[in-house]
């Protein structure tokens, strides 16, 4: 967590990957698709010299044997999973592919963006296994 007692974990990163989030959709608006928003929030992150890993890939593994593997949307200064989704409607699968993403990495936070055609919405997502 962060120092002087907030809660908010992450504040200030959270904070400007919201405000990366805010300003794609003001540009760009809605309709696109998935991977357009997505180059779009990488080009604000390297403007403001925001550390990321783009299509951040990970094992699935069973039984100590890979098998498969899967990329999450961005990792963020190592310490924020950030996935992107285009439409007007949440899924349990989209809440559901951040759980494992949270899993896999042993991260605490992971930020969902949903580009609606009514705005972006954002919900943050902690992983409940993570103690740190």
Known sequence: MEQGGDKVIYKK???Q???VLYEVYNSLGY???EKYYEKAV???F???KIKYKRQAPYKIIFRNEII???YMDFI???KIVLELKRGDHFS???IEQIKNYLKVTDMKLAILAHFTSRGVKIFRIFNPDNKQ
Do not use: H, M, P
């Open 92 to 94: 349990k699968s989209n």
């Open 42 to 44: 990488e080009k604000c």
């Open 31 to 33: 309709g696109y698709l």
């Open 76 to 78: 963020v200064n190592n």
């Open 68 to 70: 498969g593997r899967n």
């Open 17 to 19: 990957i919201v405000g």
């Open 13 to 15: 990163l959270s904070y």
């Open 46 to 48: 390297k403007d403001a």
